[in-house]
T-cell receptor, first 116, second 114 residues
Framework: GAVVSQHPSWVICKSGTSVKIECRSL??????MFWYRQFPKQSLMLMAT?????????EQGVEKDKFLINHASLTLSTLTVTSAHPEDSSFYIC????????????FGPGTRLTVT | AQSVAQPEDQVNVAEGNPLTVKCTYS??????LFWYVQYPNRGLQFLLK??????LVKGSYGFEAEFNKSQTSFHLKKPSALVSDSALYFC????????????FGDGTTLTVKP
């Protein structure tokens, strides 16, 4: 149980286009989802916290208009990178906290974004 | 503010030897502590957690960790390392406040040599 999926697992897009990444909790309802960004050989940087039915809370320094987050249901959150640039290339990871246990975060497998 | 320190970027051990990956933390209030492992181009896999109770917690793949409140540490250990344990390990801390956000350490790369 407690599986989180991400789609796509990798994506290449051209500079100036937008890319949507989906994060789904497959077998539980996620009250909260988190979006992280990870650079090579570095730690996870929290971008935003997403609660179902409400606006995401962004960390300081993260552009809200560039990284659009929508938590439409208790099993789905999406991250849209708008007008992507090469510096947005990174590994994006989501995690979900279940309604039954607020202690554990379940992580998705990550999405590798490359902007050319 | 909460923080996590993993003082070693790299840990090298020989297969069959015990391993320790260090983690210290700083929080206001009671900490919830976690260890995760990450393989290349993959997400994080949960290894173990400390919420309350026994200071020694056992997790997946033979790993264990000891919560030491006085030293604010939560070192990851395994009695006998395997080559397949080679990966990137992250320690994380959160509390029941701060919207449940976890703070991660910078990670420690474990290399187990045959």
């Amino acid at each position: 149980g407690a599986v989180v999926s991400q789609h796509p697992s990798w994506v290449i897009c051209k500079s100036g286009t937008s890319v949507k990444i989906e994060c789904r909790s497959l077998d539980f309802q996620a009250t909260t989802m988190f979006w992280y960004r990870q650079f090579p050989k570095q730690s996870l940087m929290l971008m935003a916290t997403s609660n179902e039915g409400s606006k995401a809370t962004y960390e300081q320094g993260v552009e809200k208009d560039k990284f659009l987050i929508n938590h439409a249901s208790l099993t789905l959150s999406t991250l849209t990178v708008t007008s992507a640039h090469p510096e947005d290339s990174s590994f994006y990871i989501c995690s979900a906290v279940g309604e039954k246990s607020s202690y554990e975060q379940y992580f998705g497998p990550g999405t590798r974004l490359t902007v050319t | 503010a909460q923080s996590v320190a993993q003082p070693e970027d790299q840990v090298n051990v020989a297969e069959g030897n015990p391993l320790t990956v260090k983690c210290t933390y700083s929080v206001s209030g009671n900490p919830y502590l976690f260890w995760y492992v990450q393989y290349p181009n993959r997400g994080l896999q949960f290894l173990l957690k400390y919420i309350t109770g026994d200071n020694l917690v056992k997790g997946s793949y033979g790993f264990e960790a000891e919560f030491n409140k006085s030293q604010t540490s939560f070192h990851l250990k395994k009695p006998s390392a395997l080559v397949s344990d080679s990966a990137l390990y992250f320690c994380a801390v959160r509390t029941n406040t701060n919207a449940g956000k976890s703070t991660f350490g910078d990670g420690t790369t474990l290399t187990v040599k045959p």
